[in-house]
């Protein structure tokens, strides 16, 4: 790394790991109430997430409200949430930049994204990750997993939470739920692979286990009574 490199990465660092929270505290306190009048969005296990520790709440990801289904759901810490990188560059990127979300490239590899995370998680913060990667528009519960959640919760010693919203999304008609499930940290020495299946398993299982009236799991259902 030259030197414009790592200068970079520390302006990027000390850009989205902000002590200062209280453009995040406007953002979603404004946000809530809108969410609940849109969706009446109800939550369940927030006491899974632990206190005043290291954490990341890996989310399904079915559509462009549920960070805020996430941070209503739980309201005690700043969810710093892993974005791409053009929603930050559009014309409403101000208020990802409020919300404290750190921007990431998908054209390219993006150590500074990753240290930012890293930072902040060694500062006691919560972090939010999809690990889908992107939003889930298939017949599937989930889609294939990336990397990014199980290998930060490991690197740093932190706590995963896996997490599900679920309901039809659509707006003043279904009440979306939101879930998370016991907290567990990752052994340093265990393998990322099985750790990875492990976190989509038990997301997928929160989700199918609480989801009967969701076409998905409708489906598997009576696929499996077949």
Known sequence: MNINEEKYEK???????????????IVTGIMRPIAWLVYRPISFGVENIPKDVPVIIACNHRGVPDPAFTIYAYCKRAIRFLAKKSLHDSVFGFIFRMA????VDRSRKNPESMLAAETALKHNKVIGIYPEGTRNK???ILLPFKYGAVALAQ???????PS??????????SQVRTYFGEAYKIDPD??????NAKLRQKMYDLYFENG???????RIKAERKE
Not at 155 to 161: D, E, R
């Open 100 to 103: 404290l979300t750190i921007p």
């Open 11 to 25: 302006e990027f660092v000390k850009e989205y790991v902000k002590e200062n929270e209280i453009s995040y505290r």
């Open 212 to 218: 009967a009236d969701d076409p998905k799991v409708q």
């Open 190 to 195: 265990a393998d990322l692979n099985v750790e």
């Open 155 to 161: 690197k740093c010693g932190a706590y995963l939470v």
């Open 164 to 173: 599900v919203n679920i309901g039809s999304y659509k707006p003043f008609v």
């Open 138 to 140: 298939s017949d599937d």
